[in-house]
């Protein structure tokens, strides 16, 4: 037999000794990076180039847009978020062509311009931990260019409060005789902490600046809406108190943002402190300061960072998981496992929403991508521990018996009209359209009706597990779709029927006058009040920041 | 606001002030081991005493189990494997009182003694992943007690090859202010790899004997039965071939073992080599060792590793994930995300099953856990990337139009009439006696009907997902029932109705004689064999030496 069984270590050893007359040490000069690039990846190479839902390797990516596309052509990008013009750039010169991905929210448009012109062969839209998953089976990446705050001259990386995908990104490289280069923003005689060991770096650039993060889960108070504020009353009193919900996720949209910033004054009036959302899988939210100063929060992973969070955060380190340096750490991979199969809720808003409660967030020109919304959004079958909110839910869908077992709540958060007095209830999703114009196999759904649970919109909450077949669930839908085109149509002797049952539950029902849906329930209704709420320690980012 | 924000940061300070004398820098002696315990722990601590799948801290478990009960009582023993005898002398002791797990393989007996003398209070059975994710939610240690090969002075550790659950355990502790304490066999100046960075430890113990491997994975060819051949052809013929399987996980037992090893003879004969079985998660198991050899497989990661595979996966790098130190990193974390979210196909052996396709491998006895199979044989709702195998079963699901989607493949092997021959199809789960016996809130369910996708018996192949209803379901089943009380209570007309819409599948309709079906077609047929497959470099546990 004359197969070699170590093609990959000699193909490694041959690259790095190619780049090695450019590095000291492990330590390779900036104004080189693109050289380097050029030396260690070769055509058809499978690439991540860490972009995260926040932190960015924005170095790395100038200096791989840079490279000679007659040398480095045809990359495979496996990553999971496509956010810089960069990440853009590299398929528009060739240097890339193939890219699998999780979420592109500011490149959204242009990554549609992108699929249309064929510049990008897209293998598919992927949820976080799905692509994450995939590194270990067949996406395993050749090349991995990440970030991190800081490096000592063995590559031991220190990431910060934003650790965010690095430890699953190496992992995968690293074991399988990939290459792993790393930006930081400074090289240290001594890292904070550990967070990725040295031995799995092969090169470290120092940026002339530091990299970029994205804040993403900052909803300022000022712009959440009575309407928003009613909706999350109808959901405190209607979901989180009945079910006793203590282990959850939030979305990131203003719908849960008016949630976090109630539960200290209507929350408190409900008597629910300590019986509901006391656990959390979710990103340091400026609009939980209140709650975790008001005693409601005991515990929360994270996913990665906020943007002027981190002062606040090794502040609180009963709440959150911190390192030895003090600093959060946070892990994407774990948060994202922890939101599947240690929560018992997911409650996210939705920008549409059809008659099977199948929901999207695409619209006629725009991929953002899945994120985590479709990870945290599903039912995972695989759960075998039971809790009191998911042992109810799974009675309430009519699982009994000896082999009952319980179901994750999952509520989709909709305002009935949305941006420009489009409506969110519609027969069918934008999303299909874009799907059958690129050609996609999958249609972009983000949670299937089959898993959603609960539909809360200003009219009302409908509770879908409730609901015995399709015609039952779709009229609860139109039941609380308000003055759509959907909710027009809808049997009123049926929505009666299920009004009835407790299928649709009104305000009235729930003992909520929409009156008191007033910006007097916000804990704190402006940025500059969560700072107060927060003692100082929260530092918003300057565009937040308007007194 | 007089609340404290760093209560765990400083009850860990005082622990380890108190713990301070028994240590020089990180390192306590071995017969200071319990004295570092009782100085570390408090009554009714959240506990995680590593009891992975394989790899055991038994020098801990026994220091432990040795401690004194009226100082360390009532813990909450919250980890993967109770396994050793020590792990229920901490209840029988009084030492511990709750207790959280997922698999409890030799123990399976005692475990049900304990559960019944009330000496344990059982929290939840949980999957791998589950148990991984609440770690980060609300099962969190306070104190976490692993076991690595080696470490340096600093408390860097090397896991070895049997890396599993340790990255994870130790992340939740570490990072939530909690207490790692870590035996290793050997103290050395430079750890070979850094499996887990020193400034997550806080002690070290040089343990007498290297720490206890389980060889779970090992199944030796000589006991394959030609049952299992059959069932195996079935297998490829029916399933692997038309859905293009390429990315799997397989179970443990003797039907997958005999897949594994009529990959280079049979599979051989129908082409199949390079279109499926090339990316696996998969522990290493000696069985797929002919396949390896012959080229089949593209790469393999792995949960953790297995006695005796250690020396032929250092030198086969292009399919295992290995370190630069040459050796495997395994990782149960990521290998069970892998299983869930990136593999098209579970294939597994099962004992009972269901008319609705549930199944168990609970005996009237014995609770084993779940270990990782209901995680890899549930259909992710999340999954967002499509593969051929996958929109396939989704098609013969019956799932078409704008919005379809595709189905994991999740398949079981059941032989009828198992050991002492018992049927092991059954009107009703013998788990559910067992669970009503102990009070359990939930039945002990492998993997529920709704997810099984396929039953492989010697008599055919029932496809579930082409049965459209309940009663076609059962049918379906009750075909490949064979002998047993169930298959003899077919509906004959229905069943030959099934047949020919290819619904269930003949040996002859699948062009297999099942005289054909004799180990002739093992690439090997003892554990001897295998070792010559592997150049000599598989080396076997003493029990499975026989020459």
Redesign the interface.
Known sequence: ?T???????DDRAARLAIAAPLARGKQVAAVDTTALLEALIRPHDRVCLEGDNQKQADHLAQALAAADPARLHDLHIVQSGIVLAEHLDLFARGIARKL?FSYSGPQSGALVHALNAGTIEL?????Y??L???Y???L?PRVALIAAVSADTDG?LYTGPNTEDTP?IV??T????GIVVAQVNEIVDRVP???I????VDFVVEAPTPFYVEPLFTRDPASVTETQILMAMLALRGIYAPYGV??LNHGIGFGTAAIELILPTYGESLGLRGKVAT???LNPHPTLVPAI?S?WVE?I?CFGSEVGMDGYIA?????Y????DGSL?S?R???Q??G????DMFIGATLQIDLAG?SSTVTADRIAG?GGA?????????????SEAW?RAGQEAGDVG??A??RKLVVQLVETVGEKQAPAFVE?LDS?DL??RLGL?????MI?G??VTHIVTEEGIANLLLCRGADEREQAIRGVAGYTEVGRKRDRAAVAALRERGVIRRPEDLGIDPLDATRQLLAARSIKDLVRWSGGLYWPPPRFRNW
């Open positions: 037999m197969r070699s069984w170590r093609s990959q270590q699998d293998g598919a839209i992927h949820t931990l799905e994450f998953s995939r270990f089976i067949d395993t031991n699953t992992e995968a690293a074991f399988k005789d902490r550990v967070d060991p040295g031995d799995r203590r282990r656990h959390w899988a100063e005693g515990r992973h502040a609180r380190p009963d709440i998981f911190t390192g030895r750490r892990n991979a774990y948060c496992a922890a599947l199969y240690a929560t199948n899945f479709p990870n945290m959004g599903a039912d995972p079958h695989g759960r075998r521990h039971v042992l000896p082999l077992r319980g069918r299909l799907a059958e196999e999958l249609a972009p759904v299937y089959d898993d």
